[in-house]
């Protein structure tokens, strides 16, 4: 069975920052690609960031710049460092790993605010 469980999210302030962690289990993790969408109320889940088995990366346009994705195949984990948090930026934060389907975590979520 596979288990996908996120954490560190929460309350920041505008122009802080915030590590999203989430660790797999129950799946060949090192062989998949593996990121992290994100869903704000009202709107559709976006892609954010994501990482390929050979550590290729692609991010949104928004988070360009401020966001940095990584893994650990060793611990089967990915993580989200985010730095320079925007309000827009609050949203349920979801990891996923994807093979021939897509895995998901419950979400985490984060809030910029102050």
């Known amino acids: 069975q596979v288990q996908l469980v996120e954490s560190g999210g929460g309350l920041v302030q505008p122009g802080g920052s915030l590590r999203l962690s989430c660790a797999a289990s129950?799946?060949?993790?090192?062989?998949?690609?593996t990121g992290w969408y994100r869903q704000a109320p009202g709107k559709q889940r976006e892609l954010v960031a994501a990482i390929t088995s050979a550590k290729t990366t692609t991010y949104a346009d928004s988070v360009k710049g401020r966001f940095t994705i990584s893994r650990d195949n060793a611990k089967n984990t990915v993580a989200l460092q985010m730095s320079s948090l925007k309000p827009e930026d609050t949203a349920v934060y979801y990891c996923?790993?994807?093979?021939?389907?897509?895995?998901w975590g419950q979400g985490t979520q984060v809030t910029v605010s102050s």
């Open positions: 996923y790993v994807r093979n021939i389907v897509t895995y």
């Open positions: 129950g799946i060949a993790f090192s062989i998949y690609t």
